[in-house]
Structure formats: C-alpha cells, structure tokens
C-alpha cells in the first residue's frame, strides 16, 4: 500500500489517497478546533491518542457486529480506511443534555433523559452544520429512507455498546456523533469515535474527559482524553 496526494484536509484529520482506489490514509493531526474552526490550536500528542482511541473502539464496535471502515492501524497518527461515499448527515444521539440541545431548547446541563434522543444533522460547516428532519433529508435526497432507518438503527446499537462499555470505566457517554458512508451497497461506519466528537463524564464527579475541555478552557485537555483511555482498558504506547 503507498500513501497518494491529500484528497481532503479537514479540521483535525487529513485523508490520502493510495494506489488501493478502495483504500484511504486517515492522518489524526494534533490540531483541535471548536465552534466550526473558529477557535483552534495544536494539542501535543492529540493525533497520536485519537487514533489509538478510534482505532480501540472502532475494533470493539466490529466486534460487537458493527461495520465499520477501519482497517488497521500504520502508524502512531494514522490508520488505514475504507474508501466510503459518505452520507452527508452527522447521528448524533444524547443519553444526558449537554452543549446544543442545552442552549437550544433551554434545558439545563446534566439533566439524565429517560430514554436516548436522537438528532440528524447537516454536514456544511459553512452552515455551521445545522439541525435537519428526517423530512428534510427524505425531500433533499441527502439519504434515503431505508438508508435513514439503518443510520438510526446503527447509531443506537453504538449507543447500547458503548455506554455500557464506558459505564464500567466508571463513564458516562453523555453524547456523541457518528458518521456513516456508502461501501458496495453498505453503510458502513465512518470517519472517527474519539474524544473529540462525544462528551465522556465521570459518572460520579461528572468531571470532563471529553472536547469541553479544549472548548471551555478546563486545562489539560490530553492528559484527560489519555486518562479515559486507560480507564477504558485502551493501550496507547509513550
Ligand atoms: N472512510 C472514509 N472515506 C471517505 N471520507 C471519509 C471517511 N471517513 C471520514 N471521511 C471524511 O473525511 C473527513 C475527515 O476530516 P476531518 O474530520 O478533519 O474533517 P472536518 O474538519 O470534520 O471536516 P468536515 O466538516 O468535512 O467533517 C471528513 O470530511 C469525513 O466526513
Ligand atoms: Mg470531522
């Protein structure tokens, strides 16, 4: 496998091509980014403990019966992909309210919700990735139904691995984001599960271990994400 030209530099990961068309390099870069790229600066060793995290989860999730794109990892920043025609709708789901739905709808942080929720939005970061409806999706063709039954059906069955996984680990998946691409006729799982696109709390302190760090200034934001790593039972080498 040889590594191509960048096809896409996003705000955290560059993607390359290889001479595989199937196949893609995803590079975690040490950037972070908040409040769509307005605010930023590079964390050390960020790339490297994403792509660990990612990779971890992106194994127990296959295992789990979970497709998903990740093939293997090639270095301590990168990882090997399927090549997928991603779906341009994020799957957000909240077990707790925190950020968005907070401000949104005036709800106060940290409240438990009876059941998950579950949100579509829109990739456009010059739209500032806004909230859709299943209607807007059915109407703009950005999936189609069948594919928005299984893009709620996978995001859920995440959902039910996860934060059971994390509630050993004494976390609470608070929220998190998924996105899904096509593969021969497949949605498989795409792009990353890492503490960059969830909220990780301690379930009993409801300390931090998540983006809000970075976001809200709480300090320390790597040597969090590395500590819900080793809780969680994820190696990532020195
Ligand atoms: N297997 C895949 N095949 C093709 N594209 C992928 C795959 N997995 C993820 N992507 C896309 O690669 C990009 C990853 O880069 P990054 O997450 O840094 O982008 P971003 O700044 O979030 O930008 P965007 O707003 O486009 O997501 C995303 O656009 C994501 O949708
Ligand atoms: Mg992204």
């Known amino acids: 496998m040889i590594k191509q030209a960048a096809v896409y530099t996003g705000k955290a990961k560059t993607v390359y091509a290889t001479d595989d068309p199937e196949l893609f390099v ?37 295992h789990q019966g979970i497709k998903t794109h990740f093939v293997k990892l090639l270095s301590d920043n990168e990882s090997l992909v399927k090549k997928l025609d ?26 438990v919700l009876p059941e998950p929720t579950f949100e579509f939005f829109l990739k456009d970061d010059a739209l500032g990735d806004p909230i859709i409806n299943e209607s807007h999706i059915h109407v703009f063709k950005w999936a189609t139904d ?29 929220d998190f984001k998924l996105e899904f691409g096509r593969h021969h006729g497949e949605l498989l799982l795409g792009d990353e599960f890492t503490l960059d696109g969830c909220r990780v709390w301690d379930a009993v302190t409801q300390e931090k271990f998540d983006k809000d760090r970075f976001r809200r200034d709480l300090g320390n934001v790597i040597e969090f994400y590395e500590a819900a790593a080793k809780r969680l039972g994820i190696n990532i080498p020195e």
């Open 26 to 62: 995803m590079e975690y870069r040490d950037d972070a980014t908040a409040f769509n790229g307005v605010k930023k600066a590079a964390l050390d060793r960020k790339g490297k403990v994403n792509n660990y995290f990612n990779a971890h989860v992106m194994q127990v999730l296959e």
């Open 86 to 111: 991603m779906i341009k709708v994020e799957c957000v789901i909240r077990n707790v309210v925190a950020g968005g739905i907070s401000k949104r709808l005036g709800i106060e942080e940290g409240m």
């Open 146 to 174: 069948a594919e928005v039954t299984e893009l709620k059906r996978k995001t859920f069955l995440v959902n039910d691995i996860l934060k059971a996984w994390f509630a050993t680990a004494g976390l609470t998946l608070v």
